[in-house]
């Protein structure tokens, strides 16, 4: 028995197929069709029919999605513009002929995996965070993920950045973020905020996987701008520790590559964290850039498994 996973991402869509035991028997990853959501649509029912040309029809399908799921069951809060207000659960079941088909936010899907058999399994309380063009978490507990009552589970980038000084107060009131709000999490330990600082010391503006390389070179000036935002980073994450105090802390997207991350976190939080105790493992993601499509592709086993109470989409 096989299981799909989709990840609808702005510039990708990538298809997995995987057995029981999480292997991956198929794969494929296109570019998104920009701007439009009946190609979006047609592109996820032509990647379905490809693989299950290679494997057989009718598989259970999950969907990792970019925002997350309104009370009327249409996509909200995407910043894939042209999914919001859609009912893409319906649609897909309509087009592929399937039952059901499951959708989940994509943070949450990526916690999924990492709970399932990532850095986070034998672990009771996972908390996931995708540090990449924008910043997302999702929490699994148990290995279920929480959603929460209104979608809200683990969107911890849009609080404001805790402990902040006059010069990130400043800093705040210049960067607005999208969701509407200043002085957001998300501005701050982003990749692109981690970009943004290093380009308002040094004037110069480069993509985050050249800074990667700098910093791991222990150049001066990313050195400062890492240690600006290790610093940040650590107090997002020791305020929220505060409250869910996890098990273990997986990171994903770009900025989890930053090896000296996992080094410096630990210290940082505990100038932070309420009482200055904090031996939480700080990992990386095991399944990296494919958590969310794995994590999409557990989400129908996972829903299947009657014993575990259901907080996914129905
Ligand atoms: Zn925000």
Redesign the pocket.
């Known amino acids: 028995m096989y299981s799909l996973g989709i990840d609808l991402g702005g510039t990708k869509i990538e298809i997995v197929a995987i057995d029981e035991q999480g292997r991956e028997v198929a794969r494929k990853r296109i570019a998104s069709p920009r701007g439009s959501y009946n190609e979006t649509v047609a592109t996820m029912v032509g990647l379905v029919g490809e693989v299950e040309r290679k494997i057989g029809p009718g598989n259970p399908l999950g969907v990792a999605i970019p925002g997350s799921i309104s009370s009327r069951g249409t996509i909200k809060n995407a910043n894939s513009w042209w999914l919001n207000g859609r009912d893409l659960r319906g649609d897909l079941v309509r087009a592929l002929r399937r039952d059901e088909v499951y959708l989940e936010n994509d943070a949450n899907c990526f916690v999924l995996s990492e709970a399932e058999d990532g850095a986070g399994h034998g672990h009771e309380v996972v908390w996931g965070l995708i540090l990449g063009t924008g910043c997302g978490s999702g929490v699994a507990i148990g290995r279920q993920v929480l959603r929460g009552r209104n979608s809200l589970t683990g969107e911890w980038?849009?609080n404001p950045l805790p402990w902040m000084d006059p010069e990130e107060e400043q800093m705040a009131r210049s960067a607005h973020?999208?969701?509407?709000?200043i002085g957001?999490i998300?501005?701050f330990v982003s990749g692109t905020g981690f970009e943004r600082e290093y380009e308002r010391l040094t004037g110069q503006r480069l993509p985050g996987v050249e800074l990667g390389k700098l910093v791991a070179a222990q150049d001066g000036p990313a050195m400062i701008a890492y240690v600006h935002y290790l610093d940040r980073l650590a107090r997002a994450i020791a305020c929220y520790a505060n409250f869910l105090d996890p098990d273990i802390i997986v990171l994903g997207g770009g900025m989890s590559n930053v090896d000296l991350l996992y080094e410096g976190l630990p210290i940082f939080i505990r100038r932070y964290i309420f009482g200055g105790e904090f031996s939480t493992p700080i990992t990386k993601a095991v399944h990296g850039d494919s958590s969310g499509v794995r994590g999409a592709a557990w989400l129908p086993r996972i829903k299947g498994q009657g014993e575990r109470p259901l907080l996914l989409i129905s």
């Open positions: 980038g849009h973020c999208y969701c509407g709000k957001c998300e501005t």
